[in-house]
């Protein structure tokens, strides 16, 4: 059984051996290195599916790989980390990590998320060669730039619409206020977040059976949103 290849970038060896234990029981096959720079090369040479990688590295940062490797691959990259600082979790997610979870954490956890990963990369990929993305009762033609929901068309305000397509370009990721803000209304209006939560509030309105409990348009308290895709 192969699931995929997971490179696992972590310095502490406690945690390397956890990992190392839990993925390679989940049908995953593990790659380590100890150091940032170890790191980058073996995701070079190897072409993992995801990459683990721990913030505090003996020679260069967590965020620095993250940025170095945003350079040339969009694949899933998972912080493992034990910053828990809002501030840290920003800096990443804006640097290009998809994901981010804090130590102490356990198996159930890191497999569910390596699983959502594993599951963005290949929506992704079919979105690149379909230009209609669909999840459950919702359909967007990005060609024709047309939302449809229960099969009924849907109009969306040009922001709305905007708002809308970034959410499901990064669609199972965080995206936060920020990228948000300067993605839909350009960087001067970074500060304006006001605008994101009246915005978010309309799609929510149009999109979503209870606007109250959304199932797609979901809130990460002082970072930013999520378009679901993991819908039980
Ligand atoms: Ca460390």
């Given at each position: 059984m192969d699931k995929g290849l997971i490179i696992l970038i972590e310095d502490e060896y406690q945690m390397r051996r956890f990992l190392r234990i839990t993925l390679q029981g989940h049908g995953y096959k593990v790659f380590e290195a100890t150091t940032g720079q170890n790191g980058l090369t073996e995701v070079a040479t190897r072409n993992p599916d995801v990459v683990l990688l721990d913030l505090?590295?003996?020679?260069?940062?967590g965020l620095e790989v993250t940025k170095r490797l945003r350079e040339w691959t969009q694949l899933p990259i998972i912080i493992i980390s034990a910053r828990d600082q809002e501030d840290d979790k920003i800096k990443t997610l804006d640097a290009g990590a998809d994901d981010y979870l804090t130590k102490p954490f356990g198996a159930g956890e890191l497999m569910a998320r390596i699983r959502v990963a594993m599951r963005h990369s290949s929506k992704q990929n079919s979105m690149i060669e379909e230009s209609v993305f669909s999840i459950s009762n919702l359909k967007v033609d990005l060609a024709k730039r047309q939302v449809f929901l229960n099969n009924k068309e849907v109009h969306l305000t040009p922001i709305e619409y905007k708002l809308f397509t970034v959410l499901i370009k990064h669609a199972g990721k965080v995206i936060t206020h920020n990228m948000l803000m300067k993605e839909v209304?350009?960087?001067?209006?970074?500060?304006?977040t006001h605008y994101l939560r009246i915005y978010m509030a309309q799609l929510r309105h149009k999109l979503e059976a209870d606007p109250a409990r959304p199932c797609f348009f979901i809130n990460e308290p002082g970072i930013g949103y999520r378009f679901k895709i993991d819908i039980d």
């Open positions: 505090g590295l003996p020679d260069i940062d209304w350009g960087a001067s209006y970074v500060n304006q």
